[in-house]
């Protein structure tokens, strides 16, 4: 199974022929955002959904109490790219609504329940992020 720097090697090299399945059939995308204080492009592999005209992704960071480290930057820049196996492209990311969420998070939960674990886990409200193309 692939994680991390590997896999986001792995992904990228094969066009997402190698990482795009995941565990219990899972998706992965890849989240290309800039580092908010270093300028620094970084990749991060993470489950997606598609959600009408857009994709899905949850800042759960396992049920840390901090937000993952790609939330923070998305936070401070919205305008990101993704890939999706061999695609890549622009996107705007926005924190689904309150009542959005309910909906959104069901629909991520499906296929990875593990979801709310984390939640249980953590005092934050783990957020669901709109990810729409531009």
């Known amino acids: ?5 590997e896999h986001v090697e792995r992904y990228e ?5 190698e990482g795009y399945h995941w565990e219990k059939g899972t998706t992965i995308l890849l ?8 300028g620094t492009e970084r990749v991060h592999p993470l489950i997606y959904r598609d959600w009408e005209d857009a994709y899905l992704i949850v800042a759960s960071k396992g049920g840390a109490p901090d937000s993952p480290e790609w939330f923070k930057n998305i936070e ?9 196996k061999d695609e890549k492209f622009p996107v705007h990311a926005r924190i689904a609504t309150d009542e959005e969420k ?4 069901q629909h991520m939960a499906e296929v990875w329940p593990d979801y709310d ?5 953590t005092d934050r409200p783990i957020p669901v992020v709109v990810l729409e193309r531009t």
């Open 1 to 5: 199974m692939l994680f991390g720097k």
């Open 13 to 17: 090299a094969t066009g997402g022929e």
């Open 31 to 38: 989240l290309h955002t800039t580092g908010r204080t270093s």
């Open 76 to 84: 401070a820049n919205p305008s990101v790219e993704i890939q999706i």
């Open 102 to 105: 309910p909906a959104m998070w």
């Open 117 to 121: 674990d984390y939640q249980r886990k």
